[in-house]
């Protein structure tokens, strides 16, 4: 997977140490913070696996960042092994000394090789970053990385939503941010050779 078909490194190696600053700034005019928001996403995935009865054992997260949510994916998702990767050399240099003690590994994204081996990959908030042209290639490493019939976990927000626009505004990372609307993330799915599941 080449650089140009994830976040760019060089941004968020820039904000790596005040991410969760920055992004809790953001979001505080909801009045909830980051975690919030994160952990509900993966609680809400829980009830979705819980429907299809689909119990992943190893989780992959595209575009982990500084991987806060890891604790989250074995305690609400019950995965027994994780592997977060992300374009930021910093931000998987933070993920290692504050997760390193969990069974996860953390690496950049052209250092992992996807085999087709993950029960789960998540990708909460990621594509927004990536250049409309560089995609397909997203997926296609997301593809390789899936066991057949494994799970991928897609969450975009929505550009729909004011709110959104707003609280990505006032986010230095996702000021210049193309989003994708529904329709177009159903489509980029479907011209994946994904199957989506209503949400």
């Known amino acids: 997977m080449t650089t140009t078909s994830s976040p760019d490194e060089t941004e968020f190696d820039?904000?790596?140490?005040?991410?969760?600053?920055?992004?809790?700034e953001g979001i505080s005019v909801s009045g909830e913070g980051k975690k919030y928001f994160a952990r509900g996403r993966l609680a809400w995935l829980r009830e979705c696996l819980a429907k299809i009865q689909a119990s992943p054992n190893q989780a992959l997260d595209f575009g982990c960042?500084?991987?806060s949510s890891v604790p989250d994916f074995f305690e609400l998702l019950g995965v027994q092994s994780f592997v977060g990767i992300d374009s930021s050399a910093k931000s998987i240099e933070i993920a290692k000394q504050t997760y390193g003690h969990l069974p996860a590994r953390f690496l950049e994204f052209n250092d992992y090789q996807p085999s087709e081996d993950m029960d789960l990959v998540f990708s909460n908030g990621v594509f927004h970053h990536i250049p409309p042209s560089s995609r397909?290639?997203?997926?296609?490493?997301?593809?390789?990385?899936?066991?057949?019939g494994g799970i991928f976990a897609f969450w975009e927000n929505?550009?729909?939503?004011?709110?959104?626009?707003?609280?990505?505004?006032?986010?230095?990372?996702?000021?210049?941010?193309?989003?994708?609307?529904?329709?177009e993330a159903r489509r980029m799915l479907r011209?994946?050779?994904?199957?989506?599941?209503?949400?």
């Open 14 to 24: 820039a904000f790596a140490r005040n991410y969760d600053a920055a992004l809790e």
């Open 65 to 67: 960042g500084t991987a």
């Open 136 to 148: 397909g290639v997203a997926l296609d490493y997301i593809c390789r990385s899936l066991r057949r």
């Open 158 to 183: 929505n550009p729909w939503n004011p709110g959104t626009r707003y609280v990505m505004s006032r986010i230095p990372f996702d000021r210049d941010a193309i989003t994708l609307t529904p329709a």
């Open 191 to 199: 011209n994946a050779s994904m199957s989506a599941q209503p949400s």
